[in-house]
């Protein structure tokens, strides 16, 4: 013999089971990108044909139009790569060559960032300070 549940018996079983207090996982919207940028001071420098451009002599010359700038997550995973632009002579001494950097679209939302440019060593920014324009100095 079969049995046979009224309709209204169903839905209440149904409605019970939807309000059974288990949270239901609401997606957040993904933090936004962030820009990463500052400047790379090298002292020996020594200025070539323009005298608004500038490159490192010695030991720094590694660092130059174009060397790598990476920046990490709090896992030292790789998460956005950018470059150094051309060096321009510091404002305040001649000996010293300064290259901006801007690295774009860098993942939000991460508690820290670190920052490498060429193999000079990853240096630990948190969340606020990596949105600051970061001077960095080699040197000294």
């Given at each position: 013999m079969r049995r046979t549940f009224p309709l209204a018996s169903i839905a209440s079983i149904t409605l019970v089971a939807g309000c059974s207090g288990i949270p239901m996982a609401v997606p957040r919207p993904a933090p936004a990108p962030l820009t990463v940028g500052g400047t790379m001071s090298v002292p020996g420098s020594s200025l070539i044909g323009d005298p608004k451009s500038c490159v490192t002599t010695g030991g720094y010359s590694d660092i130059r139009e174009?060397?790598?700038?990476?920046?990490?997550?709090?896992?030292?995973?790789?998460?956005?790569?950018?470059?150094?632009?051309?060096?321009?002579?510091?404002?305040?001494?001649?000996?010293?060559?300064v290259f901006p950097f801007s690295v774009q679209n860098v993942p939000g939302g991460r508690p820290f960032y670190g920052i490498e440019i060429s193999h000079r060593g990853r240096l630990q920014y948190t969340a606020a300070q990596i949105t600051m324009s970061l001077q960095l100095t080699l040197g000294d």
């Open positions: 174009g060397t790598q700038v990476v920046i990490t997550d709090e896992a030292s995973k790789t998460i956005a790569l950018g470059s150094l632009e051309a060096g321009k002579p510091d404002s305040q001494s001649s000996a010293l060559c």
